[in-house]
Nanobody, 122 residues
Framework: EQLVESGGGLVQAGGSLTLSCAASGSTFSSYPMGWFRQAPGKEREFVAAITWSGGSTFYADSVKGRFTISRDNAKITVYLQMNSLKPEDTAVYYC????????????????WGQGTQVTVSS
């Protein structure tokens, strides 16, 4: 079982990107999934999460209104649509699955992808 992110890249401030996280293993369709990010010299921080059904979503205050998390359980894929990007959104973005506790705590998540770089130029 693994998670593989894609869709990162270089974009100008104000632009948009969509990240994808493809999961191998049907059990992922029953897990909440989320996105975290880590900028150089900073701790990994929560970005967004979605319940297994997609019925509830959660966002960090810093991305609320700009980012949208969604999932397609038939494809076992979770997405992060990022709009109005800012230079401070620059980070490696990680997909995670199967939290056991607080969604905002990285240590509470059981599975992680390898990360995809997002760079926003000013």
């Amino acid at each position: 079982e693994q998670l593989v992110e894609s869709g990162g890249g270089l974009v100008q401030a104000g632009g948009s990107l969509t990240l994808s996280c493809a999961a191998s293993g049907s059990t992922f369709s029953s897990y909440p999934m989320g996105w975290f990010r880590q900028a150089p010299g900073k701790e990994r921080e929560f970005v967004a999460a979605i319940t297994w059904s997609g019925g509830s979503t959660f966002y960090a205050d810093s991305v609320k209104g700009r980012f949208t998390i969604s999932r397609d359980n038939a494809k076992i894929t979770v997405y992060l649509q990022m709009n109005s990007l800012k230079p401070e959104d620059t980070a490696v973005y990680y997909c995670a699955a199967d939290p056991d506790g607080d969604y905002q705590v990285p240590l509470d998540w059981g599975y992680w992808g390898q990360g995809t770089q997002v760079t926003v130029s000013s």
